[in-house]
């Protein structure tokens, strides 16, 4: 086979970033549309009922070679341009296919790790002889998607096959810049942490809570689960390091359109299910930061910056999750968003700070020893009920502990108290 | 009818055992003067055949009056069960013996039908004190095959073999590499009278091919090459394939992993036989015969 057939053509050592990142495009989707363009290799998939989008670009620098003869196509020779030397003229052109995301992620997953682990004879040169290099490789419509991995014993060649461009629904899920109502910046690993806990206690409902502040480190973003057993705070710490940036938006009607002006002063409610978040917060693990948006139509975005370990020069590939907040159409509608502001319901739910136990969050070489995770706090829970924590003066963390109104504390799991706002949570 | 053996290592005993413990349970032990082959064999399904050198026990005494053979069938688990008791064990010595099976009620009709039910006794001895040992015995029942069933058991003959290939630990990586690939049922081996080894595997909508980078060492055919010369260059590599199932294609790649050296053979569309020395001083090897699928004729 010549270049010369060849529509796409490109070559990478970073398998074992590619592996992770398709990963979560796989825990979505079955069949993944791929488009390649000057900017790098994009794939999109959706869920099976079109409810979450997530689309992931790897970006060109990933690859040590990368040509794109998108107009082979359609001249059928001689002009062979390589994107390398040219990107301007190709700017505009791009091919697309659709493959089955999950084979394509079983075979890109390869383990290398136990390759160095036999046979004494290579112990000294584990280092670079067995680093896999990987080939993309199309020749256009109706032909597989072939990827090649070579180490210096084994060649292996796989073929995808190629669909027909699948159903769009990438309208649906634009998001308007214009238009949005809350844009912030976290930590991967923390907000991941978050999802965790939420997960832990059996989340049903996740109302997202955020009120900007001039003062940065008065900035609130709380995270409150609804479940079985009452409702669970928890505080997203607020330091620079966590919290990197935090921008509230409300609109306002002007004759027949809407403004959107930055305010501080009023608190942005958003509703979801939390099964959508138990989805994708997985993925937030191998992120170095998200950015979480929503847009006055509800549709939110969390956009994973994902680096390299193992080349700090690449930028990172970005996946995007996009979904949209849950709210019934009768309760809520673009021109009913009033309700997202300043409800008062949630305003109670994160004020009422009295008697409140603190669980802390932060990563964990910044834990103060003193102060107790959610771990530790379910632990002793358990083993010694009488003796209950110390609540701790910072605000990291904050789960709902009303059990000393309880003449005694449980020690073992108990079924929810008579429905009220603010059941305790037992655990 | 005679049989008295003693064990001192299970090393070579167990890791046999062990090897084709997940083909199946059921197995042919037969005792002849210089081996003890161990047969695990079904109709139309793998088999592997297994021989352990007389040198491994220290004591090995087998009488019987077809030529001192004497051939029973039984459950390889509790057998390996017994061994590795023994094995944890601080004994120094365990005794293998073929005893008649104890009968409770023995009535006149049951006398005939049980003539062949016989059972192996494992005895050992384990020191607890200076004083004091413990003895522990294993009765593992057994059927003593009569000669004509013995005889009817067979090692599988290939008509024809193209290439036979000797592989060493360093092709582990190959096989590692395939098992990603759990999808289709079946695997195709190809292998080339020059030394090239190619795996595939095609599935509805992905199709694999790993090759091995490196020639490796092959055997040379004597018939083949002759009838090759005739019509093309000697320098030609020709490839052979045989498509097996994977699953017995995996408990081949896990044997192979178990073993000191394996040769390779391909009947092409025929069987894949994979010849395994166990161990460095060569007492066992285990040959595993994997049928091919049946060709369509078109």
Redesign the interface.
């Known amino acids: 086979m010549s270049s010369h057939d060849l529509v796409f053509l490109a070559t990478t050592n970073a398998l074992s970033h590619i592996s992770s990142v398709l990963g979560c495009i796989a825990s979505i989707g079955t069949t993944a549309k791929v488009t390649i363009n000057s900017h790098g290799v994009h794939f999109t998939a959706y869920n099976d009922n079109q409810t979450i989008r997530v689309a992931l670009t790897l970006a060109k620098s990933l690859f040590t070679s990368f040509i794109l003869n998108a107009d082979h196509n359609a001249q059928e020779s001689n002009t062979q341009i390589s994107v390398t030397q040219d990107s301007d003229q190709l700017e505009e052109s791009e091919i697309s296919l659709s493959l089955d995301v999950q084979l394509f992620v079983e075979s890109v997953n390869i383990h290398t790790s136990h390759q160095t682990t036999f046979g004494g004879n290579n112990a000294s040169t584990n280092t670079d002889k067995n680093e896999i290099e990987c080939t993309f490789s199309y020749q256009g419509d109706g032909h597989p998607f072939a990827v090649i991995f070579e180490d210096n014993a084994i060649l292996e060649r796989v073929e995808f096959q190629t669909y027909a461009d699948q159903e769009d629904f990438e309208e649906r899920f634009s998001l308007d810049e214009t238009e949005l109502v809350l844009s912030t910046l976290l930590s991967g690993s923390l907000l991941y942490d978050v999802m965790k806990d939420l997960k832990d206690v059996n989340t049903d409902a996740l109302i997202v809570y955020v009120k900007d502040n001039p003062i940065p480190s008065n900035r609130k973003l709380v995270f409150i689960s609804q479940s079985e057993i009452g409702h669970s705070k928890h505080q997203y710490p607020s330091q620079k390091i966590y919290l990197q940036d935090l921008s509230v938006w409300k609109p306002q009607k002007m004759n027949d359109n809407l403004e959107f002006n930055q305010t501080i002063s009023d608190s942005l409610t958003c509703y979801y299910r939390f099964e959508t978040w138990a989805k994708i917060f997985r993925s937030f693990k191998i992120s170095n930061r998200i950015k979480l948006q929503k847009s006055i139509s509800g549709l939110t975005s969390t956009s994973l910056l994902v680096r390299n370990p193992h080349d700090q020069s690449y930028t990172g590939s970005v996946i995007d999750f996009r979904f949209w907040e849950n709210v019934n159409d009768e309760e809520i509608d673009n021109l009913n968003w009033e309700y997202c502001y300043n409800n008062t319901h949630v305003e109670q739910l994160v004020e009422d700070d009295q008697n409140i136990k603190i669980i802390q969050y932060a990563l964990s070489n910044n834990l103060d020893p003193n102060q107790i995770t959610l771990d530790d706090y379910l632990k002793r829970r358990e083993t010694r009920s009488h003796a209950r924590p110390q609540a701790t003066e910072t605000p990291f963390i904050i789960l709902d502990d009303n059990s000393h109104k309880e003449p005694e504390p449980s020690t073992t799991r108990r079924t929810p108290a008579p429905s009220t706002i603010d059941i305790p949570l037992f655990l | 009818m005679k049989l008295k053996l003693c064990v001192s290592n299970t090393d070579v005993l167990l890791s046999t055992l062990s090897a084709i413990q997940p083909l199946r349970k059921l197995c042919v032990l037969r005792f002849t003067p210089v081996h003890l082959c161990i047969i695990s064999m079904a109709l139309n399904e793998p088999q592997a055949w297994c021989k352990i050198s007389q040198e491994v026990f220290p004591l090995y005494e087998v009488e019987s009056i077809r030529d001192n053979v004497l051939c029973v069938e039984t459950n390889i688990d509790p057998l390996i069960n017994a061994l590795r008791n023994f094995d944890k064990s601080n004994s120094d010595g365990l005794s293998i013996r073929l005893q008649r099976r104890p009968v409770a009620n023995e009535g006149p009709e049951s006398s005939k039908k049980n003539r062949s039910m016989a059972v192996l006794s494992l005895i050992y001895t384990e020191h607890v004190s200076m004083a004091s040992s413990r003895s522990y015995s294993f009765k593992i029942p057994v059927k003593v095959l009569k000669a004509e069933i013995d005889q009817g058991i067979v090692e599988p003959q290939l008509t024809h073999a193209e290439v036979l290939m000797k592989l060493d ?2 092709i ?3 096989f ?2 395939i098992e ?2 759990k ?1 289709s049922g079946y695997i195709c081996v190809t292998g080339t009278n020059r030394g090239r080894l190619e795996l595939s595997i095609e ?12 020639f490796l060492q092959v055997q040379q055919l004597e018939g083949e090459t002759q009838q090759q010369s005739q019509f093309s260059t000697q320098d030609q590599d020709m490839p052979h394939s045989v498509q097996i199932k994977l699953k017995d294609w995996r408990l081949g790649a896990k044997l192979t992993e178990l073993c000191y050296k394996v040769v390779m053979i391909i009947s092409e569309n025929h069987a894949l036989v994979l010849h395994c020395i166990l161990n460095e001083d060569e007492t066992a090897e285990v040959t595993y015969y994997i049928g091919g699928k049946i060709q369509d004729q078109e």
């Open positions: 630990r360093d582990l990586p190959l590692r590499r990603r690939y999808r599935e509805d909508s992905r199709k694999v091919q790993l090759s091995w980078k490196e």
